[in-house]
């Protein structure tokens, strides 16, 4: 089992910065993949970015040039530095890992809202 412990949401104004970040505890040997997701008001969960083991990254196209995505394999941790925040990121972030046995876990999600 995978434990992930959030942190770094909360109110920011347009243009703004916060940075997220993500501790797992647990069976942390078989996490692959880490990443963020994000759900909107109404909206379905989706992919914010993503980073693999040896570092290879994917971003959403909407905060492509905005956020990175990093990771420390040896606090088992993964980062979400997220500039120039517009009206439209605000959700729910939750923090995930996928095993290398291909199971997915989910952090409890930190809420993140940008006013205009």
């Known amino acids: 089992q995978v434990h992930l412990v959030e942190s770094g949401g909360g109110l920011v104004q347009a243009g703004g910065s916060l940075k997220l970040s993500c501790a797992a505890f647990?069976?942390?040997?078989?996490?692959?993949?880490m990443g963020w997701y994000r759900q909107a008001p109404g909206k379905q969960r989706v992919l914010v970015a993503s980073i693999t083991r040896r570092g290879d990254t994917n971003y959403a196209d909407s905060v492509k040039g905005r956020f990175t995505i990093s990771r420390d394999n040896g606090k088992v941790t993964v980062d979400l530095q997220m500039n120039s925040l517009k009206p439209e990121d605000t959700a729910v972030y939750y923090c995930?890992?996928?095993?290398?046995?291909?199971?997915?876990?989910w952090g409890q999600g930190t809420q993140v809202t940008v006013s205009s």
């Open positions: 995930n890992v996928f095993t290398v046995g291909g199971n997915p876990y």
């Open positions: 647990g069976s942390v040997f078989s996490i692959d993949t």
